[in-house]
């Protein structure tokens, strides 16, 4: 079975710009979350979305937005760039949403730099 | 708000010997942690969990000990090999469904 995969691998965009990140869970698992990891600290929690609604929101402006399609797959929209976005985005998905056994699985991630 | 707490950011550990992580957290209600290993160019991969009516639980070479009075949970890793390099998260559910609260993660590095 194919675990979770994200696209684009690497990306550079300039500041001011748009971006979209994609995600692709794991085949039956209906709940997907987006982390931002910067340098040196851990994966930030963005959003949570299970059955194409948004669940679960952190800290972070709204700029940020995401949605989920009828598949479960998932795409992160950040608008008007800024230097700190750049960052390490890890997508994650499990079976169910809220259960804290269900273990969240990560893609590897998208490496987004904004210059 | 820093709920969960990694203060050592780097662990240099022989092959053969005992590595301990070590993970601090300041809100009580968490009742379930978990450990995440990461590798370079990869995302995290699962690594072990407990539950707060616990205070150990183990998977092979690791185990992971919880002490609910000091909020304190550590991972042991024995023996540990060079392959266990890696950075290493300890994690707890938040209460938004589908959040996980990270520490700032603790670079294991095993020389042969």
């Given amino acids: ?19 979209t990140l994609r995600c692709s869970p794991i ?15 851990g994966p930030q929690f963005i959003f949570q979305y ?5 669940r679960g929101r ?11 399609f009828p598949n479960y797959s998932s795409e992160l929209n950040v608008n008007a760039l800024l230097l700190g976005d750049s960052a390490l985005y890890l997508c994650a998905s499990s079976l169910r949403r809220g259960v804290h056994t269900d273990t969240q699985y990560f893609g590897p991630g998208t490496r987004l730099t904004v210059l | ?18 590595s301990i992580l ?8 968490f009742d379930y942690f978990l450990w995440y290993k990461k590798y370079p160019a990869e995302g995290p991969t699962f690594l072990i969990s407990i539950s707060s009516i616990k205070d150990k639980n183990e998977d092979g070479r690791f185990t992971v000990f919880l002490n609910k009075s000091a909020k304190h949970l550590s991972l042991h890793i024995v023996p ?11 994690a707890a559910p938040g209460n938004q469904g589908g959040k996980l609260i990270f520490g700032q993660g603790t670079e294991l590095s095993v020389k042969p």
């Fill in chain 2, 22 to 29: 070590n993970c601090d957290y300041t809100n009580s209600m």
């Fill in chain 2, 80 to 90: 540990s090999q060079p392959g266990d390099s890696a950075v290493y998260f300890c």
């Fill in chain 1, 1 to 19: 079975d194919a675990g979770v995969t994200q696209s684009p691998t690497h990306l550079i965009k300039t500041r001011g710009q748009h971006v």
């Fill in chain 1, 27 to 41: 085949s039956g698992h209906k709940s997907v979350s987006w982390y931002q990891q910067v340098l040196g600290q």
């Fill in chain 1, 50 to 54: 299970y059955e194409k609604e948004e």
């Fill in chain 1, 58 to 68: 952190g800290n972070f402006p709204d700029r940020f937005s995401a949605r989920q």
């Fill in chain 2, 1 to 18: 708000d820093q709920q969960v707490k990694q203060n050592s950011p780097s662990l240099s550990v022989q092959e053969g010997r005992i």
